[in-house]
């Protein structure tokens, strides 16, 4: 299988959107709210297997310590899988080996991760690939509303039905305040935890920005019963899957089960829209109360040279102990301390 890479003036991103394993971290919108967001680049590459077009892949190139990079995801980009979207019975390891030599040889990149609902952990071994994957949970939203409901449990369910006789209500938008709002709510919820938030207000931003006009972005708020807002959620969806991006909500607030209530309204409000699965976006034992699966999608890495894998993992590894130290720092002098919010994708 040969990769070639596409002009990006005439990528035929239509046809794209109408593969069956298309996802929303693949369109248009998305790489270019990752090239505003990293300072990478998107490249577009066809597979063909001889004459025929096998399928296509989506990834960004980058410099990170001088250092060239391919990313189908990358760590720190809150986007948890890009990859291939391929023709019905097209070998995905035979694309990853024809994406690797696109990768080394012509783009001259010295490293490259790739995160790919479709991959296993044999085609990465079998290339030689370092092995990792993304914990999450998933809810299969081809069941009924009654279903879904109740594989949850019984505490959460309560806390869903004493929101509704709160008078707590849920409200769409598309407002661009609203990454400000969220933001505000998120450094509230980081407060309980001695860390700093992994992405600023300007990300936010930018995902509004380039996701909301597409109608690929459900926004809402959970108002209270006088009308103010006490938390927020991010949820983008396409074709098959929708994801739990990010939300959050004052503490002094959450009596009412604001976080419960914009769940509950996200996985319903994509069901009717043909999403088959909600997508938890990441860890995390609260998420068990949904009533969700777990599910592991693999990430693979390879470099060039052996070192720059150990230089990569080390160098995760300082900026989480930044993070922390930042917090601690900032509790010192009184000002705000953070923890991720619940379906922060790193």
């Known amino acids: 299988m ?48 001889g004459a025929e077009i096998a399928g296509y892949y989506a990834g960004l190139t980058f410099q990170r310590f001088g250092i060239r990079i391919l990313g189908g995801s990358f760590p720190g980009w809150t986007t948890p899988y890009i990859g291939f979207n391929m023709r019905e019975g097209a070998p995905r390891r035979e694309a990853l080996a024809a994406i690797e030599r696109l990768a080394f040889d012509e783009l001259h990149c010295l490293h490259m991760e790739i995160s790919d609902r479709g991959l296993s952990v044999e085609d990465g071994k079998a290339l030689g690939f370092e092995i990792g994957s993304l914990e999450s949970y998933e809810t299969d939203l081809r069941q009924t509303e009654e279903e879904i409901f109740r594989r949850m449990t019984s505490a959460c369910r309560r806390c869903i039905r004493k929101a509704e006789k709160s008078g707590v209500t849920v409200e769409e938008t598309r407002d661009p305040a609203f990454a400000e709002e969220y933001y505000d709510q998120l450094q509230d919820v980081f407060r309980k935890q001695k860390l700093v938030p992994t992405y600023g207000v300007e990300r936010v931003r930018a995902l509004v920005r380039h ?31 929708a994801l739990f991006w990010g939300n959050a909500s004052y503490r002094s607030m959450q009596i009412l089960r604001p976080n419960e209530t914009l769940h509950w309204y996200a996985m319903r409000y994509w069901k009717a829209r043909g999403i088959e699965v909600f997508d938890w976006g990441g860890g995390g034992s609260y998420k068990e109360k949904y009533g969700p699966n777990p599910s592991a999608t693999v990430w693979l890495s390879k470099s060039k040279y052996k070192t720059l894998g150990r230089l990569r993992n080390a160098a995760k590894a300082m900026v989480r102990a930044r993070q922390r130290l930042m917090g601690r720092l900032r509790a010192a002098r009184g000002g705000p301390e953070s923890e991720p919010s619940d379906g922060e994708n790193g």
């Open 211 to 241: 996701l909301a006009p597409t109608g690929r972005l459900l926004l809402i708020r959970a108002l209270d019963p006088e009308g103010k807002c006490m938390g927020t959620g991010i949820y983008p969806g396409f074709n098959k899957i």
């Open 2 to 49: 040969k990769a070639t890479i596409l002009d990006p003036a005439n990528v035929p991103y239509s046809a794209l959107d109408a593969f069956e394993d298309r996802t929303v971290f693949q369109t248009r919108e998305w790489l270019a709210f990752l090239e505003e967001t990293q300072g990478a680049r998107p490249v577009i590459a066809e597979l063909r297997d």
